[in-house]
């Protein structure tokens, strides 16, 4: 299959300026989301060690919705991401769904992002007024996404770093820990401390339920590479390297650092709202490695924050070119970035900074929002392994010439949509997580009663039209690369 540029004459379009080095970071940061510095102390009062198997059962899982996500990006290399290829394979409305939900997934995202970058700041810089950390955040991040793609994945590339850096630290550091016999009030730090404060599953089964609830979040941006799909440099070289890689990060910053983090403390001292990572460096009696910490949680909260206004420009660029949007998203700047999908995105984080002087319990606020967020992303994976199965049945050709299938087919795709009915009944069992599932069915009527008064206009139809006529030319010339492939087999 071709490596081209998407390109049509005398119409701009997205430029493939990310590098191996960086769809590789960009990757890793989009596994190891905030919800690791920030969320696993929560994660792990509740469950206890058993949030080490919570950790790898979500990866193993997830692993298998990239591989179908890998397999229908390389099978054309006009769609843009998952939305395209939702579009396309299941009719217009998926694509209109899938699209506008991953939008308000990273828009409620990146709002408790910002809320989170101001409150580390605080801590960094007592006295600091909260607008200003927020303001300054989405300045700049607005300014390096408007220059060009390429400073994108730059930027996401050095925050992954420091994040790979921080965790690397603090495996390290707490091995060295735990190997030199080191004390403190809460007991020494040893390996048994993994079972020894009641078992791997104290708070017993449903403990280990609510790991899920929290945990999931801590994936969200897994799927970030998608979005890459239109700006990669040889995608069918890069993509699945990158999601190859998948397992092994989670094994080594979920995984390694949570087994390290309870080794050294006690899984009954952690407590929600508090950082395990910079507890365990002001236990070690770095300070100044708290501190440093401190940063870096503010790092990956920016991260998360860029990664959000990035994938939310390119989703609606690419609604726009499929008629669920309005048009003027759809334009280019003469650095060939979305420039106006930018600036929706970036107005619309600036409600973060609002939020902060509401006078409400941010907390409760962050703690909802963000399980609105885990619930919308359940949806846009379930949305891609249901292309997946669409694929199967209507494209057969073109999945029996893929090099990259996914693992196990479609019974696969069957167990994965069981786990997530697991994770969305595991978010019934607590008052605070059942409400936020309430809530959001709310956003799917708003998006049907867009879609009744949208998919019958002219304008619509005739830019979905165009949609499909590019996709066509690469599906023609994809079925031409087939036929070859097979003819050379036969020596024909």
């Known amino acids: ?67 179908a996500m890998g397999e229908l990006l390389l099978s054309n290399l006009n769609y843009k991401s998952f939305s395209d290829f939702a579009a396309d394979l299941l009719g217009p409305w998926a694509g209109f769904f899938t699209g506008w939900t991953y939008w308000f997934c990273w828009v409620i995202t990146g709002i408790a992002d910002v809320i989170a970058i101001a409150a580390y700041s605080e801590e960094l810089w007592p006295g600091l007024p909260l607008w200003i950390p927020g303001l300054v955040t989405i300045g700049i991040l607005l300014l390096l996404n408007l220059a060009t793609v390429r400073a994108f994945g730059e930027t996401e590339f050095w925050f992954a770093l420091i994040k790979i850096i921080a965790i690397a630290a603090l495996i390290i550091v707490g091995l060295f820990m735990i190997f030199s016999g080191f004390q403190s009030d809460a007991g020494p730090a040893t390996f048994t401390n993994l079972w020894s404060h009641g078992g791997f599953f104290p708070n017993e089964f449903m403990g280990f339920v609510a790991g899920f609830q929290i945990a999931v979040f801590a994936f969200v941006g897994i799927e970030l590479v998608g979005t890459t799909a239109a700006e990669a440099k040889d995608p069918e070289k890069n993509l699945p390297k990158a999601i190859n890689s998948i397992p092994i990060r989670v094994l080594l910053f979920y995984v390694g650092a949570l087994i390290i983090l309870m080794s050294v403390t006690p899984w009954t001292q952690f407590s929600a709202g508090h950082s395990p990572f910079i507890a365990m460096f002001s236990l070690a009696g770095l300070g100044a490695a708290a501190t440093i910490v401190n940063l870096v949680v503010l790092t990956s909260a920016m991260s998360s924050a860029n990664s959000g206004i990035y994938s939310t420009s390119r989703m609606v660029y690419g609604l726009a070119q499929e008629g669920d949007a309005p048009g003027v998203f759809s334009r280019l700047s003469r650095r060939k970035v979305p420039q106006n999908a930018l600036f929706l995105s970036c107005v619309l984080l600036l409600s973060g900074v609002i939020l902060m002087y509401a006078g409400q319990d941010i907390g409760k606020a962050f703690e909802m929002v963000t399980t609105v967020a885990a619930v919308c992303f359940v949806f846009v994976w379930s949305m891609i392994l249901a292309s997946y199965i669409a694929f199967r049945k209507r494209r057969p050709q073109l999945h029996d010439a893929s090099k990259f299938k996914m693992p196990g087919g479609i019974p696969m795709v069957w167990s994965v949509f069981a786990f997530f009915a697991f994770v969305l009944w595991a978010l019934t069992t607590q008052p605070d997580t059942l409400l936020a599932l309430l809530v959001t069915p709310v956003w799917f009527i708003l998006l049907g009663i867009a879609w009744f008064i949208l998919r019958k206009r002219p304008s619509h139809l005739a830019r979905y039209a165009e949609f499909q006529k590019d996709l066509a030319g690469e599906r023609v010339e994809a079925d031409q690369n087939v036929v070859s492939e097979q003819n050379a087999q036969r020596g024909i």
């Open 1 to 67: 299959m071709s490596t081209k540029t998407i390109t049509t004459v005398g119409t701009p379009h997205l430029e493939r300026q990310l590098s191996n080095r960086h769809i590789q970071l960009i990757a890793i940061g989009g596994a190891i989301g905030t919800g690791l510095f920030m969320g696993s102390g929560k994660t792990i009062s509740a469950a206890g060690p058993s949030v080490i198997f919570v950790y790898m059962i979500i990866g193993f899982m997830l692993f298998f919705v990239m591989r």
